[in-house]
């Protein structure tokens, strides 16, 4: 089980920033490292990862405290849950790794990479966050307490983030 040691980061910023882009991108680069790397995507959404009539659906419908489906690629598990997963169990739920990436759960006083894009015309997030170590922008932005990377440079994003993860060993 992954715990609280695991070094944690979080891609924080707006929806429509370019979270999910920039993890795609990023972790080849990161796991051709070497590294295992696990990441927890958090939707503000009520998403229903089932399919409804399916079988595991009706599984769980009918009570089931988790259903497991397998398959020749993969497998998932599916649960109801009475409440939301604080971080710690949210971690526990994972297999040991190097890092563990969170894709939103920007209110997390974690480290976190702020992503940031200027058509949105949202704030950043930093310098009111704290827990913000960079801001990768697609522009380029006023002076700001933290170093800023260029959104399209995914080498130098990559370079950072493993320095980062270096340091926390």
């Given at each position: 089980m992954c715990d609280m040691a695991t070094p944690l980061l979080v891609l924080a910023g707006w929806s429509g920033s370019g979270k999910t882009t920039l993890l795609e991108q990023?972790?080849?680069c990161l796991t051709a490292t070497g590294l295992r790397?696990?990441?927890?995507?958090h939707s503000h959404h009520a998403v229903d990862f089932d399919t409804p009539g399916k079988d595991s659906y009706r599984h769980?419908?009918?009570g089931a405290a988790q259903v497991m489906l397998l398959g020749e690629r993969?497998?998932?598990?599916y649960e109801n849950l009475s409440a939301p997963l604080d971080l710690a169990a949210q971690l526990a739920r994972l297999h040991p790794v190097d890092l563990?990436?969170?894709?939103?759960?920007k209110w997390l006083a974690v480290p976190k990479l702020e992503?940031?894009?200027s058509a949105l015309g949202k704030?950043?997030?930093q310098p009111d966050d704290p827990d913000i170590l960079a801001v990768a922008s697609?522009?380029?932005l006023p002076a700001l307490a933290v170093p800023q990377l260029d959104l399209n440079d995914i080498d130098a994003i990559a370079a950072f983030v493993l320095r980062w993860w270096e340091q926390q060993a």
């Open positions: 990023l972790l080849p790397v696990s990441v927890v995507k769980r419908a009918a993969g497998l998932a598990v563990v990436i969170l894709e939103g759960q992503v940031h894009r704030p950043l997030l697609d522009a380029t």
